[in-house]
């Protein structure tokens, strides 16, 4: 069994009670790591506190130097981190087109080297022969990060490396589902940051709720669903905390009648499934025109069929398991009630029996807006595919959703797709792709999908406050 210690203040420390973690291939334990309690929590800010003068009043030059330093400590380890990736999260190594834990490391490393390039500038908001006014930026002190369990390690780095990079300190907690990859990046992390920049409080219950509610803690960042989205809102009013929040997302494609279905349909399937579906933007409701409606589905149900569904860590695995148990339930019912409700499943629909949390890639027609596999995130790998007529019409209905990560069109006429990108109610649309990610340009969502924004400047801005500077010349 591997080991997880949890960090404070640059040393490790334990608790008297541990978890397990389960790879979700075999549905056996790998890992035990020490279960954190709100006590850790305050011992964590308080760590924090004290590492923040030293850090956020350093030279940005040496701040970004010893942010940069992780990218070769990152990589001279990386076939471990992968392998760490994939055996609590079940992604592959390599995965259905690259998207595997090969690609979240090295994304992981794209990123800490994108973030650590931006130059925050001063703004000059005005200046006449009396005053010139200058906009800075100032860093918010703590950050709580809170991280979940579908990209454990590249979400802890989007979380985490602006946050460090603007100046603050951080007190981060990872999914309980997945929280070995990142110890073990919280430990490299520990090894050239100074102590108390990063700590790191594992647990499940009660360590989220106590970052988002203490009032040592400044600003939180936080990924995953709506449901807690919302709780962790009401707890950050007890300080006015700033916040960051990306939650789920149901996006939705629109393929136009003038798609090349050959080409298309690798895209489309790629577009579904990557990652088993357990990616925010992934999309997850597909729109096609009546008059190419069988034609789509069924080419996209050739692909599901042929995949290869496994173990992570064999060399040939597409697509691996579903992260947990809670969300393989969430994935049957949602099934079950397609089922009830007349969908017809041109493949899959079932768990797959073998150890582990293993279900059929499967895609349902004859479904429409009002059941619960279009209206609802199932976060896995179940997508359906409805038919529509009417551009006006299906704009309606691809936007009749509490959600607003992403949504794409489809379409061989660029014009045409960019006159409906406008009409689109979503924080990021994708032409002819879905869910590609840029470390430069912003992501985030609207409705309750959250807000705020990552990457780039306009993500490295949510970890500063403004501070408007007047310099009088008299
Ligand atoms: P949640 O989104 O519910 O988040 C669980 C995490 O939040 C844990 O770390 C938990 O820590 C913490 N938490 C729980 N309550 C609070 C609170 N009141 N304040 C602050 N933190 C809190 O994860 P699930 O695994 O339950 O995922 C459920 C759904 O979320 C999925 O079905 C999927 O739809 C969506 N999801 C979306 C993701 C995305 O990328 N946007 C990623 C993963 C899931 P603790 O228990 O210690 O408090």
């Given amino acids: 069994m591997l080991h997880c210690d949890m960090i404070i203040g640059g040393e490790k420390i334990s608790a008297t ?49 010893m942010i940069s330093a992780l990218i070769p400590a990152l990589e001279a380890r990386m076939p471990e981190f992968m392998q760490l990736v994939t055996q609590e999260s079940g992604k592959p190594m390599g995965g259905l087109n690259g998207v595997g834990s090969g690609m979240e490391v090295g994304g992981a490393m794209a990123w800490i080297g994108a973030t650590a390039a931006l130059k925050p500038t001063v703004e000059v908001a005005h200046e006449d022969d009396n005053v010139k006014i200058e906009v800075r930026r100032r860093p918010l002190g703590v950050v709580g990060s809170i991280t979940p369990w579908n990209w454990p390690l590249m979400i802890t780095i989007w979380h985490v490396i602006p946050a460090l990079r603007a100046g603050n300190t951080v007190v981060l907690k990872p999914s309980e589902y997945t929280p070995v990859a990142v110890t073990r990046f919280a430990e490299l992390v520990n090894e050239i940051l100074p102590p108390g920049v990063l700590n790191l409080v594992l647990g499940a219950g009660e360590v989220g709720s106590a ?76 729109y096609v025109h009546e008059s190419i409606y069988d034609e789509v589905a069924e080419a996209i149900a050739e692909q599901a069929r042929e995949v290869v569904v496994g173990d992570g860590l064999d060399e040939d695995t597409q697509l691996g398991p579903i992260q947990n148990l809670a969300q393989l339930e969430i994935v049957k019912s949602l099934a079950q009630d397609a089922k009830d409700q007349g969908g017809n499943f041109l493949t899959g629909g079932n768990q797959i029996d073998r150890p582990g949390y293993f279900f059929e890639p499967t895609v349902v027609t004859g479904l429409s807006n009002g059941s619960r596999l279009v209206d609802e995130e199932p976060f896995g790998p179940i997508v359906p595919i409805i038919k529509y007529s009417d551009i006006d019409e299906v704009l309606e209905r691809a936007n009749d959703s509490e959600s607003g990560l992403g949504g794409s069109i489809w379409s061989s006429d660029p014009e045409k797709a960019a006159e409906l990108v406008a009409r689109m109610e979503c924080g990021t649309v994708w032409v002819n792709d879905h869910a590609g990610l840029n470390p430069n340009a912003p992501f985030g969502g609207i409705k309750q999908s959250g807000f705020g924004v990552e990457f780039g400047d306009w993500g490295l801005e949510e970890f500063s406050a403004l501070q408007t500077v007047w310099l009088s010349k008299a």
């Fill in 211 to 286: 970052i988002a509610s203490h009032t040592g803690i400044d600003k939180v960042v936080f990924t995953g669903s709506s449901r807690t989205g919302r709780r962790v809102m009401e707890s950050a009013s007890a300080n006015l905390k700033r916040l960051t929040l990306e939650l789920g997302g149901n996006d939705a494609g629109i393929v136009l009648p003038d798609i090349d279905i050959e080409a298309m349909a690798p895209k489309l399937f790629a577009a579904c499934f990557h990652n088993n579906g357990q990616t925010c933007a992934a999309l997850k409701r597909l």
């Fill in 17 to 65: 009670d541990s978890f397990d973690v389960v790879n979700p291939a075999s549905g056996e334990a790998f890992a035990s790591c020490q279960l954190g309690t709100a006590n850790d929590v305050d011992a964590a800010v308080v760590a924090a506190r004290a590492a923040f003068p030293e850090w956020s009043s350093m030279a940005d030059e040496k701040r970004v130097e």
